[in-house]
């Protein structure tokens, strides 16, 4: 051996030390959604068993590799193209990024070592039948983990949905299109402990407005190996996710989890549900504190503290992703509201107090403008009712004023279109038009029957928000002016949600 | 800190799982805190002593391995101002507690009527050592007002917490009451976070309750710290 060979050893070594380093360094997750050659195990001739539709997914959407292993071996069509039936993962001769294990529990450890020692380092697990129903599926799941640490493979699930980003053209959930719908790529990025609350708002947000919601979904089941807590930092540092949403029961790593949101939820809002909310934990210890400190206590000032915008409902979170989603920021907490309906303003300013917000002292401008256009029964003091009388034409007049008014950080829109002289459709355009100017939150509620629910349905197409209750619509504004507030006390000035 | 370590391994030593109030004070002492001055006697005649070194207005309780809960077993007196009322309190104490072991008596110079706080530690399942802050006293856990912070905390989040507190108004000089001094409470909060934190293998359960603030600072008057 030459000194020269020695010295070309001597890099190859380095590289190979270098490469290895840097995978472990970067996030789990990230190679996942890197993967340029995918394999299902377990891919089945049947399109609608989970096996079948995700080989489908694939053929159909995934730019890279796509290998299919199924025992019986032989041939499968896809998509107009042919693939071989691998039985074995062993026997396939390129290299694989990533598989995704889809057959019985029973099979999974032994397929998962095949993977090992295919030198896969990142599988998906979607089969359930593991630590979650009992001793026998538990003594699975140890099993599974010996082999883990044996050939260091990063896993996620068992139990789950696996991973969804429609740009990656990346899809394991097992359920059909038929079926599950699937929401085109945005910048809402999901991750969630329950499969089924997954499948169900991917659902659906494909229904929700235009349905360009989604950039990553990770349902992340049993939590064998990747947790939360991995997830909250890839999603931090992946560019393309501008929010992030969350749906949690427990936590594997809570420590961990709490700081990174503390650290992302200044660059991007993080958003969600911790469920299980139910007073357990608190002891009758010998000290006060040990009584106090139920788990949810701690858990919702850890959240709170981190910059964690807590939801408790479903709904809650639809109107998340419409507002985190489609508005800026407020610079305040002043609210204008306008409405026709008495009632509808009443209940709307209750909301405003309730979720810490204030309503807006209009500007001496403000207040003329509307006191010269409108008749003396107008209340044209905040909240502004322009009664069962207002026009679309009236909507614009109130509504440009305020929203243009500095003292106003956030606009609420309230119409009850059962009114005779009010044309919804003007007031939908009047509505459509100003949303475009994205100075400031804008947010509308229409309530009642047949043309409130048209009226809805229009908007929410151009991704306008739009609710169908005051409340919703003026709480919608407060979780935004919480995050505003949240920036604000750390100092960050450049908003996260600029114009989008 | 083996100063800290040695107290522990010395209560531990001595079979016990919970500190006397003075020696969790000394703890609290070696951080830096500032607590009313008080002095461990054994004898009536120290008792006296102390009571004029701290200007004639006292509180005494009594240190025993046994009295875990010293109000409800009668074995703290406060407001003692004559040294008649000293005396008696010192013989009804050896009288009462006789079959007791009895470690001393601390006397302790009178705090000034404040507002009363608690800060406690705890070590919760999924976060660890957690600290709570909130309106202290007897009825904490009637009011139940208090806000959770992962140990150890900055100052930052010490002072977040503390405008957490739902019941502001107490903080804030009501009815002519002493508006608490946010700053320092929050320096207090951050050192014990700090003592929950870095002695995580030792304390299981910690209440400084009540934490007196006054004109004067604020003054952790009861100390409790139970080890694992």
Known sequence: ??????????????????????????????????????????????????????????????????????????????????????????????????????????????????????AIREVIITTGGFSEIGVEGQKIQEKMLEIMNEYRINVIGPNCLGLYAPKLGYDTMFLPESKLKRPKSGKVSIFTQSGAFGAAFIDQLYRLGS????????????????????????????????????????????????????????????????????????????????????????????????????VTTWGELE????????????????????????????????????????????????????DESFPVFYATENPIDITGSATAEDYRIALEAVYSDPNVDSVVNLCLPCIPNLNIEEYIQITKELSKRKDKPFLTALVGGNEAIWGTEKLLQEDVPCFDSPGRAVRAVGLLTQYAKFLKRYNVNESPLKKQ | ????????????????????????KDILKILGLVLPPSCLVKSEEEAVKAFHDFEGNVAMKLMSPHILHKTEEGAVVIGLDTEEKVRGVYRDYMQRFANKEIEGILVEKMVKKGIELIIGSQIDETFGPVILIGPGGV?????????????????????????????????????????????????QMVILSKLAWEYRDYIAEMDINPIIANEQGIFPVDARIILK
């Open chain 1, 211 to 310: 349905g360009n919601w989604v950039s990553k979904f990770i349902s992340y089941g049993n939590a064998s190996d990747i947790n939360e807590a991995d997830c909250i930092d890839y999603l931090g540092s992946d560019e393309e996710t501008k929010v992030i949403l969350v749906y949690l029961e427990d936590f594997k790593n809570g420590r961990k989890f709490i700081e990174k949101v503390r650290e992302i939820s200044l660059k991007k809002p993080i958003m969600g549900i911790k469920a299980n909310r139910t007073e357990t934990g608190a002891k009758a210890g010998a000290s006060h504190t040990a009584a106090l400190s139920s788990n949810d206590a701690v858990v919702d000032d850890l959240l709170t503290e981190a910059g964690f915008i807590r």
């Open chain 2, 139 to 187: 009825f904490v856990e009637v009011l139940r007002d208090v806000v959770f912070r992962m140990c150890p905390c900055t100052k930052e989040q010490a002072l977040s917490a503390i405008e957490e507190i739902k019941t502001q108004n107490l903080l804030n000089g009501f009815r002519g009451m002493v508006k608490v001094d946010r700053e320092k409470l929050a320096e």
């Open chain 1, 1 to 118: 051996m030459t000194f020269n060979d020695i010295y070309v050893l001597k890099t190859i070594f380095l590289i190979r030390y270098l490469k290895n380093r840097m995978r472990n360094m970067s996030n789990k997750l990230k190679n996942f959604f890197d993967a340029t050659s995918f394999c299902v195990i377990g891919a089945s001739t049947n399109p609608l068993k989970p096996g079948g539709v995700v080989a489908e997914n694939f053929a159909k959407k995934f730019p890279g590799k796509l290998y299919l292993v199924n025992p019986k071996g032989g041939e499968h069509e896809l998509a107009g193209k042919k693939y071989p039936l691998y039985k074995s993962i062993l026997d396939i001769e390129g290299t694989v990024d990533v598989a995704i294990i889809i057959v019985p529990a029973k099979y999974a450890p032994k397929a998962l070592e095949e993977c090992g020692k295919k």
């Open chain 1, 319 to 370: 109107d998340c992703v419409l507002a985190f989603g489609t508005q800026p920021l407020p610079a305040g907490d002043r609210v204008a509201i306008v409405t026709d309906g008495g009632g509808a303003g009443v209940m709307a300013s209750d909301m405003v107090s309730d979720c810490n917000l204030k309503l807006a002292k209009f500007s001496e401008e403000t207040q003329k403008k509307l």
């Open chain 2, 1 to 24: 800190m083996s100063e800290v370590i040695n107290i522990f391994e010395n209560v531990k030593k001595s079979g016990r799982n919970a500190l006397l109030e003075h020696e969790a």
